[in-house]
């Protein structure tokens, strides 16, 4: 990233009328959590499809609970936001971001103050009940018997979506929304691999909008959808976006 790379994306994105991100897991590294794909990754040592596919935890709820979501939960417990998602909260308090779509399920973005976050793939913090539907604080619950269940019996599970599930469709209708009319889309942390997340930089571009990608590697976005490539970590890059255009603006 040039530091005319960086003067020009500051340019665009405080002249833009509406300004939306997407975020994925790289925002989080810096608070600790592992990516799924890559160096160091969950998914190298996990296998998704045994461990994050809807059909594998119902056919071993306490498999699916000890071989992944107690760990999962682990991290979740201990992190905290880094200076991405700090980056993104002062960006909205400039007027200069209005949602986040995140896939993450880290509730990081909200612990950091951000207001209007589309949680894409749901949210760890909560559990559901497969039998009444009462939603439990993930804080709540006893993991010494696994795996955990509501006071009423039912098995608990990640209010999260799991592999072979669909995207919520409030979640899905109000990215597709705010993807097609933004003029600008800051995409932070992503492989863009997985749909339909990866499909809402395409929308955008398809809309006119600009394409801003943050991320220390090129992503199947890179050479095909985004007009501006900065290279590096969240924390990093949005940090010196936020100076570049505090000076633009004051
Ligand atoms: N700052 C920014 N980006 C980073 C950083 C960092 N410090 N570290 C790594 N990255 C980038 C990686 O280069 C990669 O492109 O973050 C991306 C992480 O990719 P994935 O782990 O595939 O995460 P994500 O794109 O969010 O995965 C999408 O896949 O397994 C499912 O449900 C899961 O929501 C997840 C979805």
Not at 25 to 48: H, M, N, Q, Y
Not at 195 to 202: F, I
Request: net charge negative.
């Amino acid at each position: 990233m040039t530091p005319d790379d960086l003067k020009k994306t500051a340019e665009i994105i405080a002249r833009a009328r509406s300004v939306i991100s997407l975020t994925g897991a790289g925002i989080s590294v810096e608070s600790g959590i592992p990516p799924f794909r890559g160096k160091g990754s969950l998914w190298e040592t996990i296998d998704p499809m045994e461990f994050a596919h809807i059909e594998s935890f119902l056919k071993n709820p306490e498999r699916v609970w000890r071989g992944f979501l107690a760990g999962m939960k682990d991290l979740l417990d201990r992190a905290r936001p880094n200076q991405g998602h700090l980056g993104l909260v002062a960006l909205e308090e400039m007027g200069r971001l209005s949602t986040i779509i995140t896939q993450n399920i880290d509730g990081l973005h909200q612990l950091a103050g951000s207001s209007d976050v589309i949680e894409f793939h749901g949210n760890f913090a909560w559990q559901r009940c497969m039998t009444c539907d009462t939603l439990i604080p993930s804080s709540d619950i006893d993991l010494s018997v696994l795996p955990p269940r509501c006071d009423c019996g039912g098995l608990l599970r990640p209010d999260c979506v799991f592999f072979g599930e669909m995207i919520p469709d409030l979640s899905l209708s109000r990215s597709r929304a705010l993807a097609s009319t933004c003029d600008v889309m800051i995409v932070v942390g992503t492989s863009a691999v997985v749909q339909p997340a990866a499909m809402m930089p395409v929308i955008a571009k398809n809309s006119g909008a600009v394409v801003i990608e943050v991320n220390p590697e090129p992503t199947p976005l890179t050479h095909s959808v985004s007009d501006h490539f900065l290279r590096g970590t969240a924390g990093r890059v949005l940090s010196a976006l936020v100076e570049e255009i505090r000076k633009i603006l004051d």
